[in-house]
């Protein structure tokens, strides 16, 4: 059996790896061996019974007897051991979260449902380092990868409202202290029977205001408010993320050379682990919403197209609805009035599976020649 190991499995996104790939069976195809940078000696998780104890993650004579390595630990381990690994001449896969190799010439960024046949291709040449792409946008590319497929968009824009969960576990946490701390702020007033809801306003107003509220994660309140910046800022009116958009795309779907333009604003909301996207798309030519529904649908086994009617909407296309699940619904899909290539859509992921752990499970079936279409 092939060996694998697996790097950042105690962190949020190594964690939901873990789960993913018990699930699935994975840990029977492979044996594997865990790595940590603080706990290596200690006893492996019990997730994958029969491996070796926890071995440490700077060790790079230990990391070069894996022909696969799996990494979750993040940007600043892969900055540091990645290329002292290939400078000392490991050829092996490398699976990484991690967006630092994403650009680069050696790497394929992997979301096989969309672009296995890219994948297929980087596999013969020779390439070896297997990216997971920005969750954002592969879970953009699951909902429209029919349309992307058919090569029928022109360009989209893509205002996004994103979970607390892309910003990390400790952003999670602030959040729901935020919501506690809020509702601590109102209960009296709340509590009033026949009280006013100003009074209730001006609690939620002054507890958001107070130093004392949770934010040094966020810097800011995002219970009870929104954060319309994500990422570093770029320093021409785009932040970091909003350029992953067309940048990871193109890349993902192998067309760098013609590449469909994906524009927007990216927004945190309070949500725990969900995005939402709210897409316009610019079609090439005019086609019937029927044909477009079709195609959607018909994309892969993740996409789930919802009506685009009202108790369909607000039941099936929330984050509250999706969090936990695989599948990836679009709806509110219809054409704007501004003319008949226009059409609108929303979208709902989790931000943890098909936008983190999922497409790395994936990959090492596809290394390993045991991933199903
Ligand atoms: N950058 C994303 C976010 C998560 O902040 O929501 C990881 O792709």
């Not at 333009?261 to 029927?290: F, N, W, Y």
Request: with cysteine; net charge neutral.
């Amino acid at each position: 059996m092939t060996q694998v190991g697996i790097i950042g499995w105690r962190g949020m996104v190594g964690s939901v790896l873990l789960e993913r790939m018990r699930a699935e069976g994975d840990f029977d195809l492979v044996r594997p061996t865990f790595f940590s940078t603080s706990q290596a000696g200690t006893a492996a998780p019990e997730v994958a019974r029969g491996a070796g104890p926890v071995l440490d993650a700077n060790d790079l004579e230990a990391l070069k007897r894996m022909p696969i390595l799996i990494s979750a630990q993040g940007g600043e381990y892969t900055q540091a051991i990645h290329p002292r690994l290939r400078a000392a001449g490991w050829d092996g896969y490398w699976i990484d979260a991690a967006s630092t190799l994403r650009m680069s010439e050696s790497a394929v960024i992997v979301l096989d449902p969309v672009n296995r046949p890219v994948m297929e291709r980087a596999r013969r040449d020779g390439i070896r380092d297997f990216i997971g792409g920005n969750c954002t946008v592969s879970l953009m590319l699951l909902a429209v990868s029919g349309l992307m497929r058919a090569g029928l968009v022109d360009w989209i824009t893509a205002m996004t409202y994103q979970s607390a969960s892309g910003a990390g576990a400790q952003h999670m946490r602030e959040y729901v202290e935020q919501m506690g701390a809020l509702h601590r702020a109102a209960a009296p007033a709340l509590a009033e029977a026949g009280g006013s809801i100003l009074e209730v306003d001006r609690a939620v107003q002054s507890a958001l205001r107070s130093e004392a509220l949770p934010h040094a994660q966020f810097g800011v309140p995002l219970a009870a408010s929104l954060i319309p910046w994500i990422d570093k800022d770029l320093g021409n009116g785009q932040s970091r993320e909003e350029w992953k958009a067309t940048a990871e795309a193109n890349r993902i779907l192998g067309t760098v050379g013609r590449p469909v333009p994906i524009e927007g604003i990216c927004v945190r909301v309070g949500a725990m682990r969900c995005h939402s996207q709210a897409l316009t798309i610019k079609l090439k030519e005019d086609r019937p919403i029927a044909e477009i529904e079709r195609l959607i649908a018909g994309d892969n086994a993740w996409v789930r197209l919802v009506p685009n009617e009202r108790e369909a909407s607000i039941r099936e296309l929330s984050p509250a609805a999706v969090s936990g699940r695989l599948e990836v619904p679009i709806g509110r899909l219809r054409k704007l009035s501004i003319g008949g290539e226009y059409l609108t859509a929303f979208t709902v992921g989790d931000q943890l599976l098909w936008g983190a752990a999922e497409p790395l499970r994936r990959t090492l079936r596809f290394l390993l020649d045991r991933l199903d279409a």
